[in-house]
């Protein structure tokens, strides 16, 4: 079993000091949360928790870019893998969203996954200009220009939502970045098997995650896609103990994702409390 870290709201300097700490302890990846603002005010309707709230976002958390600080760690390490967990696809350029990948991709040499996911709040993709009800659409539509563009030929595109013609960005993204779907709905499973090299799911039961890859199966059977390499990274929802972690890996699931807080009594997100954590868990499980 791989063991990855999912970050955020940490204060700015941890972010790099954590990753050379879990690249010292033999952890796999590394995930960055995204959001670009936080509204003071927003419709409880958060899928993953029965209050429609997440309980680790709201004003008062801080928010790093995503690529400014992918390209920190690239610098700060050198083996493990880079990601974001899970980027909001539809609320930026694709143009811009391209350049970015590519170049953490190279910065990193490699080490780069892509995790994206449509976004659930209504009131963010207000904030910042871009439509809500057709995120969907516009997401698949910008996964296929995205990765013409990381091919660094000449290329155009038609679609519904995004129009250009031959244009050619360098470098390219060599390898082109794997790119990982988010999210627990329907249309995000759909998704994951029909565009995805992956699936990141969002802090789940085993049950839940389990169902969720079974359904990610069947559709990608269904696609004649279940030949491709497919890889799920899970995420646990309470502090991680050997029993879960046993009947994860009866389950066949490798990669399984936690945060920083879930290793400290209390949730604690100081550094050091933090640190230690991550160095107990890498001595007991890898």
Request: hydrophobic share 45%; with cysteine.
């Amino acid at each position: 079993m791989r063991l990855s870290l999912n970050v955020f709201g940490l204060p700015l300097h941890s972010y790099a000091i954590l990753a050379e700490a879990a690249e010292r302890s033999g952890y796999d990846s590394l995930w960055l949360s995204d959001h670009l603002i936080a509204p003071v005010e927003w419709a409880p309707v958060y899928p993953y928790d029965s209050t429609g709230r997440p309980g680790a976002y709201g004003v008062n958390t801080p928010l790093t870019d995503v690529w400014v600080t992918l390209g920190l760690l690239a610098g700060a390490t050198s083996r493990i893998r880079l990601a974001t967990g899970v980027y909001i696809l539809p609320m930026r350029n694709p143009f811009v969203t391209a350049k970015c990948a590519a170049t953490v991709q190279g910065l990193s040499g490699g080490r780069f996954l892509f995790g994206v996911g449509s976004g659930w709040m209504r009131e963010e993709f207000a904030a910042v200009g871009e439509d809500f009800d057709s995120r969907g659409a516009r997401m698949d539509e910008i996964v296929a220009i995205l990765r013409k563009l990381w091919s660094g030929e000449p290329v155009s595109h038609q679609g519904e939502h995004y129009n250009f013609e031959a244009v050619q960005m360098n470098p390219a993204a060599e390898p082109a970045p794997p790119i990982i779907v988010g999210g627990l709905t329907p249309p995000a499973l759909r998704r994951a098997a029909r565009i995805g090299d992956g699936w990141f799911g969002p802090a789940a039961t085993l049950e839940a995650a389990a169902a969720a890859r079974e359904t990610i199966e069947a559709e990608r059977r269904r696609l004649g896609r279940d030949g491709l390499p497919f890889q799920y990274w899970v995420r646990i929802t309470d502090p991680w103990n050997a029993a879960e972690r046993a009947s994860l890996a009866a389950a066949g699931f490798e990669d399984v994702v936690v945060h920083p807080g879930q290793l400290v009594a209390g949730g604690n997100r100081e550094l050091g409390a933090m640190m230690e954590g991550v160095e107990r868990l890498a001595a007991e499980a890898l």
